[in-house]
């Protein structure tokens, strides 16, 4: 079983960046791909970005390519998701989650899910 914690959300001015982490347990962290979904107010939860157990392929939704980074380090079991220019409509919560090595769109693809972290950005 893997346990899943996002840290990292906060509230900034539209144009900022925050950095989003994800924490996970376990000694195996490096066969699992991780996705970053976000959900907004009265929206399904939607991807956002995947990335492969090696770190070496990624895969980002549309409306964050260019903005948004996802990155993974296997030594801390750690995965983050750099965002920059950040706007408005990036407003959501949003979760890491594991699977077994896929980089799927799909949530129903993905076994294990943290609580989520809270991303407001201003206008």
């Known amino acids: 079983q893997v346990q899943l914690v996002e840290s990292g959300g906060g509230l900034v001015q539209a144009g900022g960046s925050l950095r989003l982490s994800c924490a996970a347990s376990?000694?195996?962290?490096?066969?699992?791909?991780m996705g970053w979904f976000r959900q907004r107010p009265g929206k399904d939860r939607e991807f956002v970005a995947a990335?492969?157990?090696?770190?070496?392929?990624?895969r980002y939704t549309d409306s964050v390519k260019g903005r948004f980074t996802i990155s993974r380090d296997n030594a801390k079991s750690t995965v983050s998701l750099q965002m920059n220019s950040l706007k408005p409509e990036d407003t959501a919560v949003y979760y890491c989650a594991a699977d077994g090595g896929s980089l799927s769109r799909d949530k129903a693809s993905y076994d294990y899910w943290g609580q989520g972290t809270q991303v407001t950005v201003s206008s």
């Open positions: 990335i492969g157990g090696s770190g070496s392929n990624t």
């Open positions: 376990g000694r195996t962290f490096s066969i699992y791909s």
